[in-house]
Every structure is written in structure tokens, then in C-alpha cells.
């Protein structure tokens, strides 16, 4: 059972840290914050200066009774009581079941609160008991947790729990509509109508602007994380997209407004149920049909009794045995709105850039509106008693210099800005031969074009391009070039690669990949190629297309410096969970360097169900990397790096308990006794946290962090993490990501460990500069989508030393 989080490991000396970055400042949209006692005439404590600041908590109950996952209708019942309950004790905050206040409430007090007449919410008249629960100080140095070495010390971190509450209803008060979840809120007022006129005629948008905001502890003080944040819903009904898409709408999300803006994950579609079927009211106790319920319940009247229902599953865990439950959630399509946009809204360059007008915005535009809305939460809390200094935003950090990046003959490319361009020969010489190239005989003309165009191409960078075998078909049918393919492979050795060419549909393309690259398939590397993207610029497409086929090839275009201190043992693993499911069982992406300078990878998936608590397919993939490294070096790595998507903070018990001890397993499946230096980082992309150049003589804006910042202090907790902005951001506002360690048993320096994370992010062969996570992590995530949009299988175990997905 993991107690703690690993401490931050020590640094290098300030000689040998000044050889690999400078200090530099930055600005955050994090802001410190305090909380003080509100003082009023009407206070039941004593009057004068107060040394502790004192919250006190009540659990709520209502009469008649509400259901349990019935929030919305009690934020009602408050918001209707609010005035009222603020005559009788002042200021207070209302979460969950709980209200919290900065006042012991007298008994007295507690009955006039029971005793509000009309408190009248959708036809029917409730009252409000409190119960005493407990009392917590603000001040106190457990309650702030300064100690965050603990792995649930947000979870039990009163003082921020209580900061997050107090905002989240200063800002109903304000009429803010919340939607979603992690505190969004949307201005109502900002809401305006994006008209797209595309293939399949008229559509509206829905664009809303609002901002996002996190209290959370860090080294030594509260911070408040503010941000800008916009939501883009379609006006498109669920019923007409299932009446568009042949009821196929499972793993899409919808959003209802008639309940304060839900957003659901749709996990089926269930045609025995309409809205004439009936379902027990908890509330009554009695069956009521679901069109009635929402007559009753919204005053809306559902059209079309016909229509089958959506089914989403809520999972929580109940609060006194933390058993995992799942319940079905019904939802009828007519009244949901799908969420995010259509393939065809996407590809339709006006919308986009209409709709970027609401998403996008500059880094001076981002910034100055995180200030904007410091000031305005700062406003409205100050009578709650919370202080947010809006200028405590400026904070440390360190730029690392970019890798040495070395190509053939011994060059080198530049890195200095991070991208890089390679306008010389690949590192290791490369030859494409034997290689079979098939077609629909109506591209005839194009496809000879294109393999001189792929030929001149791959001159720069010394590739040779033989000739191809040309196979061709006068239709589109899968199972013809499957079947030619085959019968040439069965007379003659397999091809180095398969390379198809065609405007081709997403079933005709899984196919061919599915007979080419799955477990059942011949297992050989394969590379489509669109007619379509070759327009515009023949020559720039040709060429990646040639570096990424001696990607996939497993050879070497180019290599990352390793950084000093680094054993030259040292195996890195990237784990990526994909979004879509395989019959309702997780795609696990796994890929480990299995050489000394990381430029070969073993990949696997681990395709799990939901409730696997032993993980045994892990521990085997793990087993088999090991095996692969040492086929490669002739030695068994010393020091093990596992990157792990982030999962979300309340998991991380979760990764140490079935990961990191799977991971454990595999080395002892590979010898026993074998145990490794292991370290194991949970990484998140999806955060708010961002960091700002601050304005120069020549940049009189605020700028994106340059690719190698690294921020490890103040906006930070005492275990080991760090933000990094690695990627080199020149549109748009760059997001950091964020590395937890969840588990270190290595040697490794913080800023050794800064430096191997931050050049790993050069690795990733389709890209020619740094992606935002290490490039084995970069490549579990193109493999687990592959196989989940497209194979659906695992791959052929010919491939698992190939990077046949990218």
C-alpha cells in the first residue's frame, strides 16, 4: 500500500545545473490566496482580532427527502433559501449535502433556518435541517496540508475543498452557468450563434466564453489556478444525429441544459425502451413513465414516443464501503444537443476559423483575461473572507538547452529553437527494395507520378527507392487486393512493405491494414497514401512519407544526445490508454526502447477489462521488452523509466496498486530476483495551468515559454513534479505538461531526470522537433489508437519490434 509520494530527489551542483539550463522568470495564471474571518455585527463569536480562522460544517437534510444524485434541484432549493439563510447567519457556502460556514450557529439559529416559510422549488414547498458535522482550522498547518507527500492529500485537504466551494457558489450566485465539471463556468451573456453553411447544407453552433479555476496547496502557500475556457455545443438534437447515423451514436457525448448543462458519455443505445416506457421513481416510490417524469419534473413535453433511449453509465463509489457502483442513466435523444463538432464542420475552413474566433486565443489575450477574471473572483470573495493577490503570479523557472541532434555523416541539425529541419542524409543508410506498391487502375497516371516524386524525394536524405511491384484493380473491393496481395505472397517471399494509394473509405482502409499488420494478418509494414494530399505540395508530402516508412522500418533517422549521468543501461517506457474502447475492454498502448540510445522500440498492447486488478498481460509485455533489449545489447537494463498517461489525481493509488506492481512482476518474470532502478512519472497534458513570457523590447506581448522550460518550484507540491513546455508553440497558448512521480528507487538528480524527460521529447521520428511527452510515450499513444480505430486486434508478432503504426 503506497503511503507517500516519493520527496523531491536532491540537484546537482549549481556548476554542473548552470551547464545544462538558465534561470529565467515567468508568469503563471496561478495566484496566491488566504483566508481571513468575516467580521459583522451579526456574529456569534466574539468581536476584535481573531488568530484562527475557524470553519464550521453541517450536514444538510431536506423535506420531503431528495434523491440522492439529485444536485441540481438542491442548488435550487438554496439558491431560492439564499437570502433568507444569509439574514439569519451571513455568508456561507452549500456543496454536495454539506453547508460550511465561518460561524458556530446557535440552535437557535439552526430552527429559524428549519423554519423558512416558502421555500416553494418546482411546485413543491421544502424545508432545511442542519446537523453540526465538525469543525476545521483554515489556518492550521495540517488542515493546509503542508506536508503533500501524501498520495490523497487533496482528497482530505479540507481548506481547499472548502475555497473550491465557496467560489463555485459565489459564481452561481453571479449567474454563471456551470457546465460540465472541474468548475467551468460560462458568462450566459457570452453566448452567440456560429451559422456554418457546409456539404450537407445549414448548421448552427452554440459558442459560449467563461473561465475555469482549481484551488490547490502548493510548497507553501494556496494557490488559485484561473483560466479562460469556451464550450462550442451544436443545436443538433441527439434524435436527428441517430436519425442520421443509423442510431450508431456509442462513445459520443451529449449535453443537457434542462439540468444545468450535464454532459454524458453515451455507451449504448437501448431500443427496447421509449418514452412511453416506465421506470420507479425514487422519489415516490411508484412507476412513472419517462415522458411523464419530465412533464412533471422540467415542464418539458417530450414529441416522439417512439424514439429509443440513450443509456449512460454513472460510476461512484459509495461513501462508507468505497464499492464501486454503476447505474444506467437514461436520457431521451429529443432533448439532448450533441457535443463537439461533425467530421464535416471540421473540414469546412470557414467554420473552423469562426469557431477559433471563441476557442483560440493569442498568449497576450489569455493572460490579460486570466488577470481580468483574478480581479473579479477577488471581488466577490473578499466578503467571504478569501484574499487572492492578484500580482503574487510571478514565479521561477529554468530553460534547458535543446539535445545535440546527430544525422548521417556526423551532422548535426539545429535545435536552438527547438523544430529543426533535416536537410541531409538519415543516420542510418537506408534502402527501399522489393517493395510492392497496389492501386486502382483509374490512378494509373498519378501513382507513376508519385513514385518519381517519392524517389527524387528521398534523395536528400540518402534513402534509395527501387522500383516497386505494381499491383492493380479496377475496383475498390478489399477483399480483391486482399486476395491479389495474398496469392503474390504465397509464390513469392513477403515485400519489405506494402504501400496502397487511393481516395479510399475507412472500412476499405482497416481492411487492408487488418490483413496486413494484425495478430491473423501476414504481419509486414504498410503505408497508405491519399492522391488527395499530394496537391498541393508533391514534394514536402513525399518526404515525410519516406521518413516515415524508415520509421516504421525500425531504422534511424537521427539521434538524441543522452544526457550525462545517464547509465547507459537504461530502458524507457511509454503506457497510453486509448479512448475508444474493443468490446468495452480498454486499448493499453506499451512501447519500450529496447537500445542504448533509444532509437528502437518494442511495442504491445494489453487490451484489459475494466475490473483486471492483476494485470498478468502487462506483466508478460514488460517481460518480453526486457527480452528484446537484451537480444538488441547483449545486457539487461539497469534503470527502468516508465511515462504513464495521467489518469486523474484520485488514481494514483490506483497506478501504484495494479501498475507499478505489474510492472514489478515483469521483471520477475523475466529472471527471478531481477529488480531493476525503477521510476515511474504519471503524466498529464490535460491541465490549466499555463506560464507566459513576460513582455521584452522586442516582443512587447506576452509570449509562449520557449521549449525547454521547466518549472519545479512554488506552483508546485514537496513530492517530485515539475511542469514542462517542450513543444515550440508559435500559435495558440502552449499547455505545460505536468510529471507526478508516483515511484523512484533510482539515483537520478531532478534536474537529470528534467533533462532525459525534456530530450526524449526529440525522439519521436514523425515530427522533426519536440512533441509534448517523451516519444515513447508519444508512440504507446499512436498504438493504442491504431488498434482501437482500426485493427481492433492485436498486431501480427512480426511487428513488435516496428513502429507499423505511425
Not at 603 to 616: G, I, M, W
Request: hydrophobic share 35%; net charge positive.
Amino acid at each position: 500500500m503506497l503511503q507517500q509520494l516519493p520527496k523531491r530527489p536532491p540537484k546537482s551542483s549549481n556548476a554542473d545545473i548552470s551547464k545544462i539550463c538558465k534561470n529565467i522568470k515567468l508568469l503563471s495564471n496561478m495566484f496566491t490566496m488566504q483566508v481571513e474571518a468575516p467580521v459583522s455585527s451579526d456574529s456569534d463569536e466574539p468581536q476584535g482580532y481573531v488568530s484562527k480562522v475557524v470553519c464550521y460544517q453541517y450536514d444538510v437534510e431536506f423535506s420531503p427527502s431528495i434523491a440522492e444524485d439529485n444536485r441540481t434541484l438542491r442548488y435550487k432549493i438554496f439558491k431560492e433559501a439564499r437570502r433568507n439563510i444569509e439574514q439569519i447567519i451571513g455568508k456561507f457556502s452549500f456543496a454536495g449535502k454539506s453547508l460550511f460556514s465561518m460561524r458556530n450557529l446557535s440552535k437557535d439559529k439552526i430552527t429559524k433556518i428549519k423554519d423558512i416559510a416558502s421555500i416553494n422549488v418546482e411546485g413543491q414547498t421544502y424545508s432545511i435541517l442542519l446537523r453540526f458535522t465538525k469543525t476545521f482550522e483554515v489556518n492550521d498547518e495540517s488542515a493546509q496540508n503542508q506536508d503533500k507527500t501524501t498520495v490523497n492529500y487533496k482528497k482530505g485537504n479540507q481548506v481547499t475543498q472548502l475555497l473550491n466551494i465557496i467560489l463555485k457558489s459565489i459564481m452561481r450566485e453571479q449567474n454563471y452557468l456551470e457546465i460540465g465539471k472541474n468548475s467551468k463556468f460560462f458568462d450566459p451573456n457570452s453566448k452567440s450563434d456560429i451559422i456554418i453553411n457546409g456539404r450537407n447544407g445549414t448548421s448552427t453552433l452554440e459558442a459560449y466564453k467563461g473561465f475555469t479555476f482549481n484551488v490547490t496547496p502548493s510548497q507553501d502557500k494556496v494557490h488559485i489556478m484561473i483560466d479562460y475556457c469556451s464550450r462550442i455545443i451544436r443545436k443538433e438534437t441527439a434524435l436527428e444525429y441517430l436519425k442520421a447515423n443509423n442510431n450508431e451514436i456509442s462513445g459520443l457525448s451529449v449535453i443537457t441544459q434542462y439540468n444545468n448543462f450535464q454532459i454524458y458519455l453515451i455507451d449504448r443505445v437501448d431500443k427496447n425502451k421509449t418514452p412511453s416506457s416506465t421506470f420507479l421513481n425514487k422519489k415516490t416510490n411508484t412507476q412513472i413513465t419517462f415522458a411523464q417524469y419530465f412533464k412533471e419534473r422540467y415542464g418539458i413535453q417530450i414529441r416522439d414516443m417512439r424514439q429509443p433511449l440513450l443509456v449512460h453509465k454513472r460510476k461512484y463509489r459509495e461513501a462508507n464501503t468505497n464499492v464501486q457502483i454503476i447505474e444506467e442513466v437514461y436520457l431521451v435523444p429529443e432533448i439532448c444537443k450533441m457535443t463537439g463538432l461533425t467530421d464535416d464542420q471540421r473540414g469546412n475552413f470557414q467554420a473552423m476559423k469562426d469557431v477559433a474566433v471563441h476557442t483560440k486565443l493569442t498568449p497576450q489575450q489569455r493572460y490579460q483575461n486570466s488577470v481580468q477574471n483574478c480581479r473579479f473572483l477577488s471581488s466577490k470573495a473578499n466578503a467571504s473572507g478569501i484574499k487572492i493577490d492578484e500580482k503574487s503570479n510571478l514565479i521561477d523557472a529554468v530553460q534547458l538547452r535543446p539535445p545535440r541532434i546527430t544525422l548521417g555523416g556526423n551532422k548535426t541539425a539545429n535545435s536552438e529553437k527547438g523544430n529543426f529541419d533535416i536537410r541531409t542524409h538519415t543516420l542510418d543508410k537506408i534502402e527501399f527494395k522489393d517493395w510492392s506498391l497496389i492501386y486502382n487502375q483509374k490512378d494509373d497516371g498519378q501513382v507513376d507520378q508519385f513514385v518519381q516524386t517519392l524517389r527524387k524525394a528521398s534523395q536528400a536524405y540518402g534513402i534509395d527507392v527501387s522500383e516497386p511491384f505494381f499491383f492493380s484493380q479496377r475496383d475498390w473491393n478489399a477483399k480483391n487486393w486482399i486476395k491479389e496481395l495474398d496469392e503474390d505472397f504465397s509464390k513469392n517471399d513477403l515485400p519489405q512493405f506494402v504501400m496502397s494509394f487511393g481516395q479510399v473509405q475507412t472500412g476499405f482502409y482497416s481492411e487492408i491494414k487488418k490483413f496486413l499488420t494484425s495478430s491473423n494478418g501476414v504481419g509486414i509494414e504498410s503505408q497508405h497514401v491519399v492522391p488527395k494530399s499530394l496537391q498541393k505540395n508533391a514534394m514536402s508530402v513525399a518526404s515525410k512519407i519516406a521518413l516515415q516508412i524508415a520509421s516504421k522500418l525500425g531504422r534511424r533517422i537521427w539521434q538524441v544526445e543522452t544526457p550525462a549521468g545517464i547509465d547507459q543501461n537504461t530502458m524507457i517506457i511509454g503506457i497510453e490508454t486509448s479512448m475508444k474502447k474493443i468490446k468495452n475492454q480498454q486499448v493499453i498502448g506499451v512501447v519500450a526502447s529496447i537500445n542504448k540510445d533509444f532509437t528502437k522500440y518494442f511495442s504491445d498492447v494489453d487490451v484489459r477489462k475494466e475490473n483486471d486488478t492483476a494485470l498478468p498481460t502487462l506483466s508478460k509485455i514488460v517481460a518480453k521488452a526486457i527480452e528484446a533489449y537484451v537480444k538488441n545489447t547483449k545486457a539487461v537494463p539497469s534503470e527502468v523509466i516508465v511515462y504513464r498517461q495521467g489518469l486523474g489525481e484520485g488514481q494514483i493509488q490506483q497506478s501504484f496498486n495494479l501498475e507499478i506492481k505489474a510492472i514489478q512482476i515483469g521483471f520477475n518474470n523475466f529472471k527471478a530476483g531481477y529488480n531493476p532502478r525503477l521510476a515511474f512519472f504519471q503524466v498529464n497534458r490535460k491541465i490549466g495551468q499555463k506560464f507566459y513570457q513576460q513582455p521584452t523590447g522586442d516582443k512587447p506581448e506576452y509570449q509562449n515559454p520557449a521549449s525547454g522550460t521547466i518549472v519545479a518550484s512554488q506552483v508546485v507540491q514537496n513530492n517530485f513534479e515539475f511542469f514542462m513546455a517542450a513543444q515550440n508553440c508559435n500559435s495558440g497558448v502552449c499547455t505545460p505538461t505536468k510529471y507526478t512521480c508516483l515511484y523512484n528507487s533510482t539515483n537520478l538528480k531532478e534536474d537529470q531526470i528534467w533533462q532525459l524527460t525534456y530530450y526524449q521529447t526529440f525522439n519521436y521520428y514523425n515530427w522533426q522537433g519536440p512533441v509534448r511527452v517523451p516519444a515513447a510515450m508519444k508512440y504507446a499513444e499512436k498504438l493504442a489508437k491504431f488498434v482501437s480505430d482500426t485493427l481492433q486486434d492485436a498486431a501480427n508478432e512480426n511487428l513488435t519490434n516496428s513502429l507499423f503504426y505511425l
